[in-house]
C-alpha cells in the first residue's frame, strides 16, 4: 500500500521556535507538495517540488521554507513559529501526471 | 484501519449531463466531511459537511452527508467542460485527515 507518511500528528511549539515537518513518500514520486488547511480556507499550496534539491513557492510561502534533499523526503520549516500559524499542515505527492496521494497530516499549534 | 473510498474513480460525460460522485468512509473520531475540485496544484475548497441530511448548494454543485451510512455525494447537473477535473473527498478526524483516490471527472463538449 503506497503512502505518504507525515512524522507527527500534533505539535504543540512556542513562538518563535525554529519547527521542523516532515513528509516521506515511498512511491517514487517526482512531485511534492506542501499545503495548510485552515477553517473556511481550504488547502492553500505552501511550497512545491518537482525533483530533488527543486523547490518553487506557493501561494503562502512567507514565513515558511523547504528542503529536498533526497526524493522521497520533502521538509518543512518554519523559521520562527508564530501564532497565525497554528494550522493543519499536510504534505502530498504525485508522479508527474495530476494524482496525488495525500498525507494524515499534522495539526501544528503555536502558543 | 482508517479510509476513504471514492466511486467511480474516472467518469467520463457529455456536457449537460448530470453526475453523481460517491465517498464512502470509516474513520474514528469524524469531525466533518471535505469535498475539493483539483485542477491545479492546490485544491480548490468546495464544501465542508458535518451534518447529516442537510444538503449544500453552491450553483451546479450540491453535496449531502449521510452519517449514519457513512457517505456523501457530490451532485454536479448541467455539466460544463470547464467541471473536467478531479474531485477529492476527505475526511477531518480528531487525530488526521484521511483523503480518497479522487474522482477523475471529463467533460466532453
Known amino acids: 500500500d503506497v503512502k505518504v507518511t507525515q512524522s507527527s500528528r500534533y505539535l504543540v511549539k512556542r513562538t518563535g521556535e525554529k519547527v521542523f515537518l516532515e513528509c516521506v513518500q515511498d512511491m517514487d514520486h517526482e512531485n511534492m507538495f506542501w499545503y495548510r488547511q485552515d477553517p473556511g480556507l481550504g488547502l492553500r499550496l505552501i511550497y512545491f517540488?518537482?525533483?530533488?534539491?527543486?523547490?518553487e513557492k506557493g501561494d503562502i510561502p512567507e514565513g515558511y521554507s523547504v528542503s529536498r534533499e533526497k526524493k522521497e523526503r520533502f521538509s518543512l520549516i518554519l523559521e520562527s513559529a508564530s501564532t497565525n500559524q497554528t494550522s493543519m499542515y499536510l504534505c502530498?505527492?504525485?508522479?508527474?501526471?495530476?494524482?496525488?496521494?495525500f498525507g494524515s497530516g499534522t495539526r501544528l499549534t503555536v502558543v | 484501519e482508517d479510509k476513504v473510498v471514492q466511486s467511480p474513480l474516472s467518469l467520463v460525460v457529455h456536457e449537460g449531463d448530470t453526475v453523481t460522485l460517491n465517498c464512502s468512509y470509516e474513520v474514528t473520531n469524524f469531525r466533518s466531511l471535505l469535498w475539493y475540485k483539483q485542477e491545479k496544484k492546490a485544491p480548490t475548497f468546495l464544501f465542508m459537511l458535518?451534518?447529516?441530511?442537510i444538503e449544500k448548494k453552491s450553483g451546479r454543485l450540491s453535496s449531502i452527508l449521510d452519517k449514519k451510512e457513512l457517505f456523501s455525494i457530490l451532485n454536479i447537473t448541467a455539466t460544463q467542460t470547464g467541471d473536467s477535473a478531479v474531485y477529492l473527498c476527505a475526511t477531518d478526524n480528531n487525530n488526521d485527515m484521511r483523503f480518497g483516490a479522487g474522482t477523475r471527472l471529463t467533460v466532453k463538449p
Open positions: 502530498a505527492s504525485s508522479p508527474r501526471q495530476l494524482s496525488y496521494t
Open positions: 517540488s518537482y525533483d530533488v534539491k527543486m523547490k
Open positions: 458535518t451534518s447529516s441530511g
